[in-house]
């Protein structure tokens, strides 16, 4: 780290430093604040698209108890063909958004199958997105969180170690200059004082 100059371009030079900092930190103290309650909102949308898969897994076996039946393959009937993630801006993050899913169902015959396997794709259908879904919440809470810990780390740089410095240095620097000009004024008095004698 550069030494501190204690001079008058100096002091000048940080004070437009403070300056600066005092006027950056509420702005960056705010997207703090909209991060961690967009945070708070993604967690909030993470348990309640869990709390969904939980119902539907329940609803299957509820509805279909059927499916303890081993000798009716339904192995592979639904399946995630793909899907397409997209991006968000949120308070500057970037975060990823399920734009498109495409499940298949294998074709099967309803005079082979049974029935209730109807109900049952249907099921799997909306069990296996609601899966997807909460994956991609998951991963837009871990990218919020990333987020606020580096925001937070900005405020707490600004707030609570450049702003404190360049306060410390101001007042180094003042003390020094007055420091300066009491001692000049007592050298010019001395001086008179040797001049008015002589």
Known sequence: MARLQLNKSSLAHQRAQLKTYEKFLP????????????????????????????????????????????????????????????????????????????????????????HWVDNVTTLLHDMLEARLRVQVARQRVEVLSRAVEVITQRVNLFDKVLIPNARANIKKIRIYLND???????????????????
């Open 27 to 114: 702005s960056l103290d705010l997207k703090r604040q909209q991060l961690m309650g967009e945070r708070a909102k993604a967690v909030v949308q993470v348990a309640e698209m869990a709390r969904k898969v939980e119902d539907l897994a329940q609803q299957v076996g509820r509805d279909v108890p059927m499916l303890g039946n081993s000798d009716i393959d339904l192995k592979g009937l639904v399946r995630l063909a793909r899907y397409e993630l997209g991006e968000e801006n949120v308070v500057g993050t970037k975060l990823p958004v399920l734009d498109r899913i495409e499940v298949k169902i294998r074709p099967y015959s309803p005079m082979v199958l049974p």
């Open 180 to 198: 300066e000009e009491m001692a000049s004024v007592v050298r010019s008095k001395i001086a008179k004082r040797k001049r008015a004698m002589a």
